[in-house]
């Protein structure tokens, strides 16, 4: 997943589906995370290509804490 600033914010885990009863399903949300589901709603997406890109930053839907405690380790890693 791709925020709207460009931050690779997490991974699609799993889909909210609706409408499977009336035969028109229709994906409702994405469920992110493992532990903390996280439960990020459909209108929110921009587009889907090799990403999932979102209108929104991250931090509006809690998305990519983790990553952001992590990434003054990582800028110091060659080639990051």
Same mark, same amino acid.
């Given at each position: 997943?791709?925020?709207?600033?460009?931050?690779?914010?997490?991974?699609?885990?799993?889909?909210?589906?609706?409408?499977?009863?009336?035969? +028109?399903?229709?994906?409702? @949300? $994405?469920?992110? =995370? /493992?532990?903390?589901?996280?439960?990020? *709603? !459909?209108?929110?997406?921009?587009?889907?290509?090799?990403?999932?890109?979102? +209108?929104?930053?991250?931090? @509006? $839907?809690?998305? =990519? /804490?983790?990553?952001?405690?992590?990434? *003054? !380790?990582?800028?110091?890693?060659?080639?990051?």
């Amino acid at each position: 997943i791709v925020d709207c600033d460009g931050l690779r914010c997490g991974k699609v885990d799993d889909l909210e589906v609706a409408g499977v009863r009336d035969g +028109k399903p229709v994906v409702a @949300e $994405l469920l992110v =995370g /493992r532990r903390r589901k996280v439960h990020v *709603p !459909w209108d929110v997406v921009a587009k889907v290509d090799s990403a999932v890109h979102l +209108k929104v930053r991250a931090e @509006e $839907l809690r998305l =990519g /804490r983790g990553d952001e405690r992590l990434r *003054p !380790w990582f800028a110091r890693l060659p080639f990051s």
